[in-house]
């Protein structure tokens, strides 16, 4: 199934980050019998929004399983699964409702390959969504991967790109460990090449999303859409920040940040998450430890405001940061930054659409 | 299939609680020594639950267990070396030393999982009999708890679920009244744990959880029915726990529960309830006992010489498998 891991061989086109779940499911179930998908709406008419659609007419109810509203106990009914030779992959609506299950994840799922010595290997992947926008409130929304990314025993990723999620779902089926695989749901709709053929994305490596000396941009799921966006325009006026798409909360990949450290001395982390014991500190921290020398300015964050997200979308206007805040975190951390008409910038990326969804194409609720 | 008749094959059945009953009293003499570096919870008492059930189990059929388990690893057939060098912190324990009295582990003969969480295992075990029911394998798996662990959430939605799609399962509800030193009346109003398990759609038992040949006999006949299609079975049977939680004394005068007797701990003793049907139905005699004590105290002997015998795990191994 994999004579080529990259894909970069394979004929691609373009297809949607919905769409490219979709053929990873499609992909890795028809090729081992060991797969299963299981979630509240997998074989339902909605099939999660599209990413889970045809699946249980091709592979049956056994292996595309609707499951009762027990999402601990089915937790550790997969963990079962996986313990005895299958590879289910469990699908959350929201990632807010994985909440219930944090005992199974942590205390089982995470620890028994340790704990037993090796003896029992627990191969799952928890797929959640990160719902976001028209009026989803404080627990439609959150952003949860610091609660995950916490856990030693745990793989945490959270693909930016149609190509990334892909070749990560199927890496992360393959995988012998408990991955969290974190799918933000403004990234739904953003279209992007992907080879037809399955290939594969490690699940330990960040990436260059844009290359820059200026000003390195750590940047985690839907925040590197909104830092390429600032690059873009950023670019024309002769300011080129290197965007470095994190991909994978743990394990961390801090060599492309270090590097990049070196070279430009500034650090901006954005997350879509809160500060606070965050993965945003977490960056900040090792940046610090192993190269504090080399920075020329204290490195800045930018992460939701300390308060949970709230439903309203008066409430919502500027409560997610977007390309905006970016430009005037960059502006603020170079050297001669003033010296750019930052409103004049700020303008350019400053979204005119309703700001409580991705795009005016969308149409709740969702 | 195993298939055990429990009036025959009673001898087998004390070899078995013998064997929990010997190598725990052995671990609880020596456990003041401060060698043992980990919490026991010992089941003395209560070995004719774990001999009943696991003696109707093949090899394939898969076990599940809790914090309180040397029985039921042991009965399951599971390696009594292993399981001492575990307790001791010594590398070849079962775990390698990384999981301690709470997490044993002996694939090989069936045991799947003991871990420490009250209804931690309890889906584990059902996730594993749908994995037997998908493979079309004629096994059943057995989850072990407490009446505690019926006041869990992930019980109920573990049994909702293993109802729902059929599944081979065994839930065997140790009661022993007793959650550490919280009384069942304090925790469950007074109505049985049967009924609410019948009404998710399980079949259900209850019986004298220290008379090994009914242990044995209801789950023979819950084991049937699991195998050939029924779904899964909720079996509950009543113990006595002789020790505290945790530990190997006798804890009675912190006043938790009645100042119960001597007289009243062997009159629930399932060694004493079986021997005294070895002599009157097989015609056992001092020779019979003596012997069979004999054949256990050297495996109980040679377990503790096993352990001692084998190396320290190594300090720089610690981080191993934390991925696999």
Redesign the interface.
């Known amino acids: 199934m994999h004579s080529d891991e990259s894909g970069k061989n394979s004929q691609s086109r373009e297809i949607t980050y919905g769409q490219a779940i979709l053929e990873a499911l499609h992909q890795t179930m028809a090729v081992d019998p060991a797969v299963m998908v299981i979630g509240e709406g997998v074989a339902d008419p909605k099939s999660i929004f599209k990413t889970t659609d045809g699946l249980v007419e091709k592979f049956g109810p ?1 292996r595309v399983t609707e ?2 509203l ?1 999402e ?15 590879r289910p992959v469990l699908v959350h609506q929201r990632i807010d409702f994985a909440l219930l299950s944090m ?2 994840i942590i ?2 799922a995470a ?13 799952l992947v928890v797929r959640m969504l990160v719902g976001r926008g028209w009026g989803q409130g404080p627990q439609h929304a959150q952003s949860l991967q610091a609660l995950f990314a916490h856990i ?2 745990l ?1 945490v990723v959270m693909p930016t790109t149609p190509h990334d999620v892909k070749g990560m779902l199927i890496s992360a089926i393959e ?3 408990p991955v969290m695989f974190i799918e933000h749901r403004w990234l739904y709709n953003l279209k992007g090449d992907v080879p037809k053929e399955p290939y594969r994305v490690p699940l330990d490596r960040a990436v260059v999303a844009k290359s820059g000396k200026d000003l390195t941009v750590a940047t985690y799921s839907h925040m590197t859409i909104e830092a390429i966006a600032a690059a873009r325009v950023l670019a024309e006026y002769g300011v080129e920040i290197e965007v470095i798409d994190m991909r994978v909360a743990r394990p961390m990949d801090m060599e492309p940040v270090l590097t990049s450290v070196k070279i430009t001395g500034k650090l901006l982390v954005l997350d879509t998450g809160w500060a606070s014991c965050g993965v945003s500190g977490e960056i900040v921290a090792r940046v610090v430890e192993s190269a504090f020398k080399y920075l020329s300015k204290p490195p800045l964050r930018i992460t939701l405001p300390d308060h949970p997200a709230p439903t309203s979308q008066h409430l919502t206007d500027d409560y997610y940061p977007d390309a905006e805040t970016v430009v005037n975190a960059v502006l603020s951390l170079l050297d001669d930054g003033e010296k750019l008409p930052a409103e004049e910038i700020c303008q350019r990326v400053r979204r005119t659409s309703l700001r409580d969804i991705p795009n005016p194409a969308y149409v709740g609720p969702f | 299939m195993n298939k055990i008749d429990s009036t025959t094959d009673l001898p087998a059945l004390y070899h078995s609680m013998l064997r929990i009953r010997r190598a725990e009293e052995a671990i609880a003499m020596r456990y003041h020594e401060q060698e043992m570096r980990c919490p026991v919870h010992l089941c003395i008492g209560e070995e004719g639950i774990a001999a009943g059930v696991c003696a109707n189990l093949a090899v394939e059929d898969v076990v599940y267990g809790n914090h309180r388990s040397h029985g039921h690893y042991l009965a399951k057939g599971g390696s009594l070396n292993t399981m001492i060098a575990e307790i001791y912190g010594k590398a070849d324990g ?3 030393g ?2 301690g009295s709470m ?1 044993l ?1 002996d ?1 090989s003969a069936g045991f ?2 003991a ?1 420490p ?1 009250v209804g ?13 029911k ?2 079309q394998q004629k096994n059943v ?1 057995v989850v072990f708890f407490g009446d505690g662990c019926f006041e869990e ?2 019980l ?3 049994m ?2 293993a109802a ?1 799609k059929k599944i081979p399962v065994l839930f065997i509800c140790e009661n022993n009244g007793m959650s550490v030193y919280t009384s069942l009346d304090q925790r469950q109003p007074g109505r049985p744990m049967t009924g609410i398990a019948k009404a998710h759609g399980l079949e259900v038992y209850s019986g004298d959880g220290n008379d090994v040949q009914e242990v044995a006999r209801l789950t023979s006949e819950a084991v049937a029915k699991s195998r050939r299609g029924d779904g899964p079975q909720f079996l509950e049977f009543r113990t006595y726990r002789w020790l505290g939680h945790v530990g190997h004394e006798v804890d009675d005068d912190l006043g938790y529960r009645p100042d119960e007797s001597v007289e009243f701990r062997e009159a629930r003793c399932p060694l004493k309830k079986a021997g005294a049907e070895l002599i009157e139905k097989f015609g056992w005699g001092d020779d019979d006992f003596a012997a069979l004590e004999k054949t256990v105290n050297q495996e109980v002997k040679a377990a503790f010489k096993f352990s001692s015998a084998s190396p320290d795990p190594k300090p720089e191994s610690r981080g ?5």
């Not at chain 2, 191993?320 to 696999?324: E, V």
């Open positions: 056994d499951m009762p027990a601990n106990g089915m937790t550790g009914v997969c963990i079962g699964l996986a313990m005895s030779g299958f005992d199974q205390n089982n620890k028994l390959h340790y704990v037993f010595n090796g003896q029992v290997t627990v191969p030693p025993g793989k995988d012998n460990n | 079962c775990c390698g990384r999981g997490h582990i694939n799947a999982a871990v969480i931690g295992t309890v889906p584990l075990a059902v996730g594993a009999g749908w994995a037997f998908l493979k798996s959430g992930v109920h939605e573990a909702n679920f729902l191993d498998y934390s991925y696999a």
